[in-house]
């Protein structure tokens, strides 16, 4: 299983960012993906999460209405949308991969869960 993201980078506040992680080595549909972000000195926390196979989406709260997740199964990616950015979202965002399907979605925003992770992208929201 492979996860490369893309798309970070640096931003003014109430910019815009999308974020893509495309997957390979496994059944896209059977698999949920999940965003997650780590701040310096911060634990790595979820952002949002897509179960691949009906495409049900999932945020935290701190991103509700400001991030969009989607998926393009033909193309094994999933991407995130982020907008009117802020301070806050600075950190660098991964996304994971695992077979979450029978799990309850309040376990998602566990990084435990998830045996399958990217590299990561710096996203830098600063004036």
């Known amino acids: 299983v492979q996860l490369v993201e893309s798309g970070g980078g640096l931003v003014r506040p109430g910019g815009s960012l999308r974020l893509s992680c495309v997957a390979s080595?496994?059944?896209?549909?059977?698999?949920?993906l999940g965003w997650f972000r780590q701040a310096p000195g911060k634990e790595r926390e979820g952002v949002s999460y897509?179960?691949?196979?009906?495409?049900?989406?999932y945020y935290a709260d701190s991103v509700k209405g400001r991030f969009t997740i989607s998926s393009d199964n033909a193309k094994n990616t999933v991407y995130l949308q982020m907008k009117s950015l802020e301070p806050d979202d600075t950190a660098v965002y991964y996304c994971?991969?695992?077979?979450?399907?029978?799990?309850?979605?309040?376990?998602?925003?566990?990084?435990?869960?998830?045996?399958?992770w990217g590299q990561g992208t710096q996203v830098t929201v600063s004036s």
């Open positions: 080595g496994f059944t896209f549909d059977d698999y949920t």
């Open positions: 994971a991969a695992d077979r979450l399907l029978g799990f309850d979605s309040r376990y998602y925003s566990d990084p435990k869960m998830y045996d399958y």
């Open positions: 897509i179960d691949l196979g009906d495409n049900i989406t």
